[in-house]
Protein backbone atom coordinates (compact mmCIF):
# COMPACT_ATOMS: atom_id res chain seq x y z
CA UNK A 1 0.00 0.00 0.00
CA UNK A 2 1.33 3.34 -1.03
CA UNK A 3 1.70 6.15 1.37
CA UNK A 4 1.58 9.77 1.15
CA UNK A 5 5.71 9.99 1.49
CA UNK A 6 6.18 6.66 -0.52
CA UNK A 7 3.95 8.90 -3.22
CA UNK A 8 6.81 12.64 -2.76
CA UNK A 9 9.64 10.01 -2.73
CA UNK A 10 8.25 8.65 -6.02
CA UNK A 11 7.89 12.25 -7.36
CA UNK A 12 10.99 13.75 -6.27
CA UNK A 13 12.95 10.47 -7.07
CA UNK A 14 11.82 8.19 -9.66
CA UNK A 15 9.12 6.21 -10.38
CA UNK A 16 8.53 2.35 -10.77
CA UNK A 17 9.32 0.64 -14.08
CA UNK A 18 6.57 0.11 -16.52
CA UNK A 19 5.90 -3.66 -18.28
CA UNK A 20 6.23 -1.31 -21.52
CA UNK A 21 5.80 1.78 -23.01
CA UNK A 22 3.87 3.48 -25.49
CA UNK A 23 5.19 6.70 -27.02
CA UNK A 24 3.71 8.53 -30.17
CA UNK A 25 4.31 11.80 -31.45
CA UNK A 26 1.43 14.50 -30.82
CA UNK A 27 0.14 14.53 -34.31
CA UNK A 28 -0.81 10.57 -33.81
CA UNK A 29 -2.48 11.38 -30.47
CA UNK A 30 -4.55 13.86 -32.22
CA UNK A 31 -5.83 11.48 -34.95
CA UNK A 32 -6.22 8.62 -32.45
CA UNK A 33 -8.19 11.16 -29.65
CA UNK A 34 -10.95 13.32 -29.60
CA UNK A 35 -10.25 17.00 -28.91
CA UNK A 36 -11.54 16.71 -25.22
CA UNK A 37 -9.72 13.25 -24.42
CA UNK A 38 -6.81 14.85 -26.06
CA UNK A 39 -6.79 18.43 -24.02
CA UNK A 40 -6.95 16.30 -21.04
CA UNK A 41 -4.55 13.40 -21.72
CA UNK A 42 -1.89 15.44 -23.74
CA UNK A 43 -2.32 18.42 -22.67
CA UNK A 44 -2.75 18.01 -18.96
CA UNK A 45 -6.72 19.56 -18.88
CA UNK A 46 -8.76 18.86 -16.21
CA UNK A 47 -12.87 18.08 -17.30
CA UNK A 48 -15.55 20.60 -15.39
CA UNK A 49 -16.32 19.18 -12.20
CA UNK A 50 -19.51 16.91 -11.74
CA UNK A 51 -18.93 16.72 -15.74
CA UNK A 52 -19.24 13.20 -15.89
CA UNK A 53 -21.31 10.35 -14.99
CA UNK A 54 -18.89 7.89 -13.74
CA UNK A 55 -18.36 10.04 -10.56
CA UNK A 56 -21.68 8.43 -9.17
CA UNK A 57 -21.17 4.79 -10.85
CA UNK A 58 -19.97 2.32 -8.87
CA UNK A 59 -20.14 -0.94 -10.59
CA UNK A 60 -17.70 -4.03 -10.47
CA UNK A 61 -14.70 -3.67 -12.82
CA UNK A 62 -12.12 -2.26 -13.85
CA UNK A 63 -10.63 1.28 -15.42
CA UNK A 64 -7.86 1.42 -18.18
CA UNK A 65 -6.03 4.24 -19.82
CA UNK A 66 -7.95 5.84 -22.97
CA UNK A 67 -4.92 6.18 -24.94
CA UNK A 68 -3.25 3.03 -24.23
CA UNK A 69 -5.44 0.30 -22.64
CA UNK A 70 -3.42 0.19 -18.94
CA UNK A 71 -5.07 -1.26 -16.30
CA UNK A 72 -5.28 1.78 -13.37
CA UNK A 73 -7.87 1.01 -11.38
CA UNK A 74 -10.05 -1.13 -10.04
CA UNK A 75 -14.08 -0.41 -8.98
CA UNK A 76 -13.32 -2.07 -5.76
CA UNK A 77 -10.88 1.16 -4.95
CA UNK A 78 -13.23 3.86 -5.72
CA UNK A 79 -15.48 6.09 -3.69
CA UNK A 80 -17.40 8.70 -3.24
CA UNK A 81 -15.22 11.93 -2.19
CA UNK A 82 -17.58 14.59 -3.35
CA UNK A 83 -14.83 16.19 -5.39
CA UNK A 84 -16.40 16.17 -8.67
CA UNK A 85 -13.44 13.70 -10.15
CA UNK A 86 -13.49 9.71 -10.14
CA UNK A 87 -11.66 9.10 -6.94
CA UNK A 88 -10.02 5.89 -5.90
CA UNK A 89 -7.79 4.68 -2.84
CA UNK A 90 -4.85 3.22 -5.14
CA UNK A 91 -3.67 2.12 -8.87
CA UNK A 92 -4.34 -1.70 -9.40
CA UNK A 93 -0.74 -2.56 -9.46
CA UNK A 94 2.27 0.09 -7.98
CA UNK A 95 3.46 0.66 -11.44
CA UNK A 96 0.32 1.43 -13.81
CA UNK A 97 0.74 5.04 -12.40
CA UNK A 98 3.72 7.18 -12.44
CA UNK A 99 3.95 10.69 -9.81
CA UNK A 100 5.13 13.99 -11.29
CA UNK A 101 5.94 17.04 -8.66
CA UNK A 102 2.93 19.63 -10.26
CA UNK A 103 3.77 23.34 -9.04
CA UNK A 104 1.29 24.90 -11.46
CA UNK A 105 -1.92 27.06 -10.67
CA UNK A 106 0.07 28.32 -7.72
CA UNK A 107 -0.23 24.61 -5.52
CA UNK A 108 1.87 22.08 -4.79
CA UNK A 109 0.54 18.76 -6.15
CA UNK A 110 1.68 15.46 -7.09
CA UNK A 111 0.33 14.85 -10.85
CA UNK A 112 -0.37 10.87 -12.00
CA UNK A 113 0.05 9.90 -15.11
CA UNK A 114 -0.34 6.67 -17.27
CA UNK A 115 3.03 4.74 -16.62
CA UNK A 116 3.22 3.63 -20.20
CA UNK A 117 1.91 6.61 -22.34
CA UNK A 118 2.63 9.43 -20.08
CA UNK A 119 -0.76 10.58 -20.25
CA UNK A 120 -2.83 13.21 -17.63
CA UNK A 121 -4.80 11.38 -15.62
CA UNK A 122 -5.02 13.94 -12.20
CA UNK A 123 -3.17 14.33 -8.78
CA UNK A 124 -3.09 12.30 -5.94
CA UNK A 125 -4.07 13.88 -2.59
CA UNK A 126 -3.33 13.17 1.47
CA UNK A 127 -7.29 13.46 1.95
CA UNK A 128 -8.11 9.55 1.01
CA UNK A 129 -10.19 6.91 3.42
CA UNK A 130 -8.04 4.59 4.86
CA UNK A 131 -6.04 2.57 4.31
CA UNK A 132 -3.90 4.43 2.35
CA UNK A 133 -5.40 7.44 3.42
CA UNK A 134 -4.76 8.76 -0.77
CA UNK A 135 -7.03 9.99 -3.18
CA UNK A 136 -6.63 9.68 -6.74
CA UNK A 137 -8.10 12.31 -8.49
CA UNK A 138 -9.32 11.04 -11.69
CA UNK A 139 -10.37 12.88 -15.15
CA UNK A 140 -13.08 10.48 -16.17
CA UNK A 141 -12.26 11.49 -19.61
CA UNK A 142 -8.81 9.70 -19.58
CA UNK A 143 -10.07 6.56 -18.40
CA UNK A 144 -11.92 3.95 -20.37
CA UNK A 145 -14.02 1.70 -18.26
CA UNK A 146 -13.47 -2.28 -18.67
Not at 16 to 36: F, G, I, M
Request: proline content about 8%; aromatic content about 10%; glycine content about 6%.
Amino acid sequence: MLKWKDILNFAQTGNPEPAYKVEKSPEQWRTELNEEVYYITRKKGTERPFSSASCSLFEPGEYACVCCNNLLFDAREKFESGSGWPSFTQPVQKNAIAYVEDCSAGMQRIEIICNVCDAHLGHVFPDGPPPSGLRYCVNALSMAKL
